[in-house]
């Protein structure tokens, strides 16, 4: 059965419409306010972190760190109540927690306005006017909660399977409705959707325990868990923190496997088919190299089905999802691996090989699955697009995966750049090298005018000529100054570049 | 001093000019450490090498113009710049920087005239505002560095929190650093800013810290958008100075070379050392400038005959400052590249030998 996650209001029904629901189905409870209670007791002051959050939205390093640890227990919490039985989840935008994991029911609660205010005013023993102040700032601090925290819209339709006005159908009418719709084929279980979920929980143990560890609690780390395989990046200034990582996560149950990759950066790498054997690989492997990166392999696929994951019987359709390598295979089943899946591997352990791994995944679906399935506290240096598109004839794919780019781009707020131009970039080529030729014999040719003929140029700058031509020197100014900078800046660029110290 | 056209362009020799590339080599590496113009280091270097201090500002906004010009491009890619909120800075920043402008250049033409050197003047104002706003500056950034529990902490956000609380309309929304800010907030630290800027050359350590500090922006975003900013206030005050006859153009090319490959040195070391690290040599470096420079100003002080000493003492007063400054620079750059060549070997070390364990088992 679903993991229903009621998203609402305070004073708005939708704690009492969970409840209901939860009594109705039989299903365990569980709010944000346990959540909250956990997480001060694991010593996050989710007080702080939500005046943090909502009034002064800039986030710092110690408050990222605060609100990736308060994501984490979260989502320890909601995963583990749901995996000892059906669950009902009252709070904001706690189904943003499992993306990938489609046995979820997301609803959302729209509040009698009327008889929420009257709550207000009768629980707090304000005026109308006050309890209408207090609802439109606590309102106004909750959307910005979850727009910080999870990088999404709270009032956006588009998050949520069902919206249930309250302005006009009763509280028992919605939760004898959503007891029918919970049983619908949609949000049943798959051995994918459950795998997914196990792996969340993977994660948020991991980061848990890392954040509880006084050894690597003011240590910079990404966690990603796929397979039972926990990658975790740290920074390169931290470096004394890699031998301890594994005493501190390695007995959790489902770790099979850790990976502790040194990374100063993250490239993420969306392709369709990956191929360790292909030359994209050793670009994207060098680039990383140099700028001492970890890279995270996106296997993506559009169409969601079988290219990047191979067949997945258990996707309901029209609900994309997100899987970890083998989805919807049971461990009790013997692994039968697609091609695609072959390669996503062999890649993913070639890139172990190299010191470079940052994980991976793949993801079929809408390109929100991309975003969804992405750390949005992770600061990417670079995103690299491959081929994508694979079914489409060959215009479509490059128009289609031109305009994936620019939507990744502006998304994740990184650079985005196709595996072509990398190679491009990485390669010195004739044409290149004869425009740095180029750049240096005006850059020279600039210094030598400007230091054999000082006289005149100094004459121009702030002597006699200067006098009864005054706007010579601006002009000569705003010519040498940008284009000495603009093609020494090339020079130097490609010199660091051949020496492979970008 | 050796002096061409008016008192104005020093005689170039070429130890001087290996020295101006030094200045920029070293100027290039703490710039790219800390994210700033390297100004702070950069102008008083070349004042302490005889070269005017108006003339050392508007040569090096010049230089800062088209370094800017290259940085912001990697910075707006990034999606590190707020352009929305570059252009409300900017409206009053180019009328800090004619206004400093404007000051500089009648410091200077006013020099006493009756044997003082005509540009002691402004050389002591400059030095005045720098060792001003550098002492204050670099002594935060050292208590910083040094109270415990700072790694990681982050800036305060009281007075951001206390301006929001004021609600001065108009507010104005910037999507990209996702804030509302008052335009009675805005105008002034622009103002600040451009005046800083046109006047020492270090606008960016009044606009950085106002940005992150008042504004309450991520400090990538702060960093990308007084990148952007200093484009067209570089732009702006080079022009003004290049207009009142104060750019040197040679120094301009000469710090352009030693600087646009030491920048990519101090990036590098950012990857490497530790923010608390960072913090203390910046601050450290920042304070021994401002020595440096406060060792040279009974110089302009005797120059404007406000004091008097023997005049062969000016030798050992602005030798003592530049060897204050150029130890400074120098062992701060050392530091760093000692930094970025040990991290650069460990990482090669630690390169193929990922960790890779399986719980219960051998590592």
């Known amino acids: 059965m679903p993991i229903i996650f009621i998203s609402g209001l305070p004073f708005g029904g939708g704690e009492r419409l969970a409840r ?8 365990d409870y569980l709010s ?174 991991a980061r848990i325990k890392l954040a509880l560890d006084e050894r690597t609690a003011g240590a910079d780390l990404t966690v990603r868990s796929a397979e039972g395989i926990l990658t975790i990046t740290y920074m ?18 489902g770790c099979t496997e850790i990976r502790c990759t040194m990374a100063g950066t993250n490239i993420l790498w969306v392709q369709e088919r990956f191929d360790p054997d292909a030359e994209s690989f050793r670009q994207v492997n060098e680039i990383a190299r140099r700028w001492g990166a970890a890279v995270e392999l996106l296997g993506y696929s559009a169409s969601g089905t079988a290219e990047v994951g191979g067949p997945e019987p258990a996707v309901v359709p029209g609900r994309a999802s997100t899987k970890a390598y083998d989805g919807g295979i049971e461990d009790d089943v013997p692994e039968k691996l697609s091609e695609s899946e072959r390669t996503f591997r062999r890649t993913l352990e070639a890139l172990v090989r190299e010191g470079r791994s940052g994980g991976g995944q793949t993801v079929c679906g809408g390109r929100e699955k991309i975003l969804s399935s992405v750390n949005p506290s992770i600061p990417y240096s670079l995103v690299v ?71 005149p140029v100094l004459d121009i700058l702030g002597g006699g000529y200067h006098k009864s031509h005054p706007w010579a020197a601006p002009l000569l100014v705003a010519v040498v100054a940008p284009l000495v900078a603009a093609l020494y800046g090339q020079v130097a660029g490609a010199l660091l570049k051949l020496i492979k110290l970008e | 001093m050796h002096v061409l056209f008016g008192d104005v362009f020093m005689q170039l020799t070429v130890s001087k000019a290996l020295l101006v590339i030094l200045l920029g080599f070293i100027g290039g ?75 500089n250049s009648m410091l200077f033409e006013g020099g006493t005239g009756h044997g003082a050197g005509k540009s002691a003047g402004a050389d002591l104002y400059i030095s005045a505002i720098f060792i001003g706003v550098l002492f204050f500056v670099g002594l935060h950034m050292l208590r910083d560095a040094v109270r415990k529990g700072a790694e990681g902490e982050g800036p305060s956000r009281r007075i951001t929190e206390y301006l929001g609380r004021l609600n001065l309309k108009p507010v104005i929304r910037f999507p990209v650093s996702d ?72 120094l301009t090319l000469l710090l352009f070379l030693g600087s646009l490959i030491g920048v990519h040195v101090g990036a590098y070391g950012v990857k490497v050392v530790s923010e608390r690290l960072i913090r203390l040599t910046t601050g450290l470096i920042i304070i021994l400038c401002v020595f440096s420079r406060g060792v040279a100003v009974p110089v302009y002080l005797r120059e404007l005959k406000w004091i008097h000493y023997n005049p062969a003492w000016d030798k050992l007063f602005n030798g003592s400052s530049t060897v204050l400054l150029f130890a400074a620079g120098i062992s701060g750059a050392l530091a760093i590249l000692y930094n970025v060549i040990k991290a650069h070997a460990e990482r090669r070390k630690i390169h193929t030998t990922l960790l890779v364990s399986r719980p219960g088992s051998e590592t």
């Open chain 1, 385 to 455: 697009v491959g081929d994508l598109f694979l079914q489409k004839p060959a215009a479509a794919r490059t128009r289609m995966a031109r305009e994936l780019s620019a939507w990744i781009g502006h998304h994740i707020k990184a650079p985005v750049i196709s595996v072509s131009e990398l190679g491009a970039r990485l390669r010195f080529t004739p044409a290149q090298a004869l425009k740095i030729i180029a750049s240096l014999a005006v850059v020279a040719l600039v210094y030598v005018v400007i230091f054999l003929r000082q006289g």
């Open chain 2, 29 to 103: 590496i703490l710039s790219g450490f800390i994210g700033s113009g390297g100004a702070f280091f950069m102008t008083p270097g070349m004042m302490n090498l005889g070269v005017s201090g108006v003339v050392a500002v508007g040569s090096n906004i010049t230089h800062k113009f088209g370094k800017a010009l290259v940085g912001s491009k990697k910075h707006s890619q990034m999606g590190n710049v707020d352009k929305k909120l570059a252009i409300f800075l900017l409206a009053t920043a180019l009328v800090g920087i004619r206004l400093a402008v404007l000051i």
């Open chain 1, 20 to 27: 209901m629901l939860a009594q109705k189905l039989g299903y």
């Open chain 1, 236 to 253: 390169p200034r931290q470096s004394g923190v890699a031998s301890v990582i594994p005493e501190v996560v390695g007995d959790i149950p």
């Open chain 1, 32 to 205: 944000r306010d346990d959540v909250v209670a956990r997480s001060n007791e694991c010593g996050i002051p989710v007080g702080k972190l939500e005046v943090a959050m909502v009034k002064k939205p800039a986030v710092q390093e110690r408050m990222a760190r605060l609100r990736d640890r308060y994501l984490a227990v979260a989502t320890d919490s909601i995963c583990e109540k749901a995996a000892q039985g059906d669950l009902v989840y009252y709070g904001r935008a706690g189904h943003h927690l499992l993306p990938g994991v489609t046995h979820v029911m997301r609803v959302r609660v729209v509040p009698e306005s009327g008889q929420r205010l009257e709550s207000v005013m009768q629980r707090l023993k304000l005026g109308r006017e006050k309890a209408e102040k207090f609802i439109q700032d606590i309102d106004n601090d909750i959307r910005a909660w979850v727009h910080f925290v999870h990088g999404w819209e709270m009032d956006d339709p588009r998050r949520y399977d069902f919206v249930v006005n309250l302005e006009n159908v009763s509280l028992e009418n919605a939760a004898v409705a959503l007891c029918g719709i919970a049983e619908l084929p949609d949000f049943k279980p798959t051995p994918a959707s459950r795998k997914a979920m196990e792996e969340r929980l993977l994660q948020s143990r």
């Open chain 2, 179 to 250: 804030v509302e800010l008052s335009l009675w907030v805005l105008l002034p630290v622009g103002l600040a800013t451009g005046y800083l800027a046109g006047t020492i050359g270090v606008g960016g350590f009044i606009g950085v810290p106002a940005m992150i500090y008042v504004f309450g922006i991520p400090t990538a975003v702060a960093t990308g958008t007084e990148l952007y900013l200093a484009v067209y206030m570089g732009a702006f005050g080079a022009l003004n100075y290049a207009w009142e006859g104060f750019v040197d153009l040679r």
